[in-house]
């Protein structure tokens, strides 16, 4: 059974950082893709980033300050946000897509405060 747990999610002001944890069970996050999403309030969900192996984008509207990374021993992605701006604020959701099934997490708030 596949699990995605997030974790790290909180209020900031403008400026600030957050970490955000994707910690996955029943995968191993070293050969499955992982993505962020996030859905903000009155908002489609978007992509935001994505990990594959030793492979990774992030979209044009957070380059520069999301970095997505791995802990293959944690078996755990990260979502670093620095320069974190109001239009963050969302919940963002863990993502692994297989061949028969997307698998999400249950997301984490994040709260940008200007």
């Known amino acids: 059974q596949v699990q995605l747990v997030e974790s790290g999610g909180g209020s900031v002001h403008v400026g600030g950082s957050l970490r955000l944890s994707c910690t996955a069970s029943?995968?191993?996050?070293?050969?499955?893709?992982v993505a962020w999403y996030r859905q903000g309030p009155g908002k489609e969900r978007e992509l935001v980033a994505t990990?594959?192996?030793?492979?990774?984008s992030v979209e044009d509207s957070v380059k520069g300050r999301f970095t997505i990374s791995r802990d293959s021993a944690k078996n755990t992605v990260y979502l670093d946000m620095n320069n974190l701006k109001p239009e963050d604020t969302a919940i963002y959701y863990c993502?692994?897509?297989?061949?028969?099934?997307?698998?999400w997490g249950q997301g984490t708030q994040v709260t940008v405060a200007s």
């Open positions: 029943g995968i191993s996050v070293s050969v499955r893709t």
């Open positions: 993502n692994s897509p297989s061949w028969d099934a997307q698998y």
């Open positions: 990990i594959t192996g030793d492979t990774f």
